[in-house]
Every structure is written in C-alpha cells, then in structure tokens.
C-alpha cells in the first residue's frame, strides 16, 4: 500500500444525509501529517487503546507506536475471538502479498468475522488494512465493523464497511441506529484495496477520516472528517471478516491490521 498522509483540513433502519449529522484500551494523541484530498463525486468517492488480546502490541514502527495487530505466525489464535464456522477462518498464501487472513463465510451461514481489540470511549487511534473480497451473490456483507455492545438498544455498529454490488461503502450509525452514508466506491472481486481510518471514539462526538487506496477521501458533503456516533453501549470492539446471512459464499482476504499513534505507523503493514 502507498503511505497515505493526513490533511491539515477537518466533516425497522431510516436513512439520513450527512449534513444532518455533522456537527483499545489507552487514549492515544494523533499526529498530524500534511497531503491533499483526492476529488470526490456526488456519492463521496474518491478518484483514485492496547489491545485485551492476544496479539503484537506496542510495537515501534515507523513514525509512531503500534498499539496492536495479530501475529499472523501465531494463527488464528492471536485474535481475542473467531466467531467462524470451523475451518473457515485462517492463514491463506496470496500472490500480490504473500500470508494473508482468509474469512470464508460460506452460503446460509450468518458470518465468518474475528474480533479485534476493546475500545476506550474517548480515545483516538488509527487503523490500516487492505482486503480483497470475493462475494458470490448481490447481497450486502460487512467487512469491516466497530461494533458495540449490547446490540439492542444502541448503535449497534457505529461504524461498518460494507461491499455490494460492486461498491464499498463507509456508514455511521447514529446511537438511535440511524444509517448515515458517509462515503463509496467501486470495487470488484478479486481486487486488493487498502484502508485506513483515523477513528476518535465518542457517542455523539465521535470522528472518522477515511484513507482509501493511500488518498484521503471526502466525504458526501465534501468534508474530509465526519463528527457523530463512534462508539456507544458498554464495550466497543472491533471486527474484520464477512457478515450478513445469505445463500452465497463470501470470502474476505485481509492483511493483519494495525492499530497505531500514526497513520504512517497504521499503514505501514499494509
């Protein structure tokens, strides 16, 4: 993945727009790294807390700390959870970036995810990643969750990446679970993608700044940073895999990803 540098510039399920709104277990202080916003479109795409788990946690890396990430030499077992049918989740060998995780959701079964570190409500981090879906049917599957809990009663996953159709999209969700779409772009099968975001956790000052293919995305609205829901209930963690019932197989490759101080730091494993 291409370092991608942060701008100095600041952004049953009802559907709002982005302007209504605007307005794990250590709190870190982000650094600011200058670069420029790629263009985005009418939909907001672009052109172009240590962890309470198993796991490498505050590592030195370039230009920062990483707070932590999953060994993949160890397996599956550096994750805190696998919520996985067995057999389905593990180390698979990919051509472009050599060991890789491999969540195979196959059809009619729920999800294929791993759980990731716990969060602290006002804390600030970064994280990087990058996927390579394969989704075998038109429905939506989350690949990318903050999620919260309990469930019932909240937010539920204030923040969520999800793949569909042929594009991949970043929504909030408000603590009444209101969907707020934020950001997306095309993407298709078999095709590597990196993310990165720089997540403040907060229940209504919560903020999100997104980094996709290394360039620093503008939001529907054409800011660079959303401000609302990112955390809520009590206890936020994270998710990386495929979720959403169906009838097809969903397969979601993902480099480890890195909780960091930096971007820089975030990125560099991706």
Request: contains cysteine.
């Amino acid at each position: 993945m291409s370092r991608a540098r942060e701008t100095r510039k600041s952004p049953r399920k009802t559907v709002v727009t982005v302007g209504l709104l605007a307005g794990l277990t250590t709190a870190v202080a982000a650094l600011a790294w200058p670069a420029a916003a790629g263009p985005a479109d009418a939909k907001g795409t672009s052109q172009a807390a240590p962890a309470n788990g198993p796991g490498v946690t505050n590592s030195s890396a370039p230009s920062g700390k990483v707070l932590w990430t999953p060994d993949i030499k160890a397996g599956p077992a550096t994750f805190p959870g696998v919520q996985c049918a067995k057999g389905n989740f593990g180390v698979a060998s990919d051509a472009v970036k050599g060991k890789v995780w491999r969540a195979r959701q196959a059809g009619g079964q729920e999800r294929c995810e791993v759980v990731g570190p716990t969060l602290k409500s006002g804390s600030t981090f970064y994280l990087g990643w990058s996927s390579k879906i394969d989704i075998r049917d038109s429905n939506s599957r989350y690949v990318f969750q903050l999620k919260c809990s309990p469930s019932s009663g909240t937010a539920n996953h204030p923040i969520e990446l999800d793949a569909t159709n042929g594009r991949i999209r970043l929504q909030s969700w408000t603590y009444k679970h209101v969907a707020v779409p934020l950001w997306s772009a095309p993407v298709r099968n078999g095709e590597w993608h990196s993310y990165a975001l720089k997540i403040h956790a907060g229940r209504t000052d919560g903020t999100i700044e997104l980094w996709f293919d290394g360039v620093k995305q503008k939001f529907a609205n054409g800011a660079t940073k959303y401000t609302g829901t990112t955390y809520d209930g009590t206890s936020d963690y994270l998710k990386w895999g495929s979720y959403h019932p169906s009838t097809g197989d969903a397969t979601n490759l993902f480099t480890s990803p890195r909780m960091a101080t930096t971007l820089a730091a975030a990125t560099a494993g991706s």
